[in-house]
């Protein structure tokens, strides 16, 4: 795996969902450059059991980061159409309608790729065709992008593994104080902490 943290964040070009149900077909994280800071994640699949947990429940803090000047943004392999399904789909029936961050369609896989979170490779078999080893989906990726489009932070657990809001908005929050008062964050830093 490569280590992206110090390094300019891959740009894209890719169609997402945003505000719920508005198809665009040129986002790129480069609309926040010089403006916000930008919390970008990957996930594995729309319509499954664990990714609408952590959808939601980013969805449910946004004002935290908002506060923060943080953009929420996700990611994963799945199309704009299955995207939009899903943002379309009652929450108490698998979907989860009232997300109103931008979902990037990486149908392609190229952007899971160029973060390295995809969890298999491209290779040629004996025939000379192109395959796919391994599982065509991405990792639970997690990058912290600052105003510069330097990736601060990121975290990659496996499909199984949620991860955790409350530590997300620390490191967020870790990052800013940092970059405000040229100070180091030591282990289990908070906020409100001298």
């Not at 300019?8 to 070009?13: Q, R, T």
């Not at 505000?19 to 990957?42: A, P």
């Not at 199309?79 to 399904?85: E, G, I, Q, V």
């Not at 997300?168 to 830093?189: S, Y």
């Amino acid at each position: 795996m490569a280590v992206l943290v110090g390094k300019k964040a891959p740009l894209f070009k890719a169609k997402a969902v945003i505000n719920g149900m508005q198809i665009v077909k040129d986002f790129s994280l480069e609309q926040f450059i010089g403006k916000k800071y930008v919390m970008f994640f990957f996930y594995p699949l729309d319509f499954s059991s664990l990714c609408p947990t952590e959808i939601i429940a980013f969805q449910n803090r946004i004002s935290e980061f908002e506060e923060r000047n943080c953009k929420i943004v996700g990611c994963s392999v799945d199309s704009h159409y299955s995207h939009l399904a899903w943002l379309q789909l009652e929450q108490n029936k698998g979907g989860i309608m009232g997300v109103k961050y931008p979902l990037v369609s990486d149908f392609s896989k190229t952007i899971s790729r160029n973060y390295d979170v995809l969890a298999g490779y491209y290779s040629m078999n004996d025939d000379g065709e192109e395959i796919f080893i391994g599982t065509p989906e991405a990792y639970r990726g997690l990058f912290l992008i600052d105003k510069k489009g330097i990736i601060r932070y990121e975290s990659i657990t496996e499909m199984g593994i949620g991860r955790s809001v409350d530590e997300v908005l620390r490191m967020i929050d870790a990052i800013q104080f940092a970059d405000e008062t040229g100070n180091d964050c030591p282990v289990d830093w908070m906020p409100e902490k001298k």
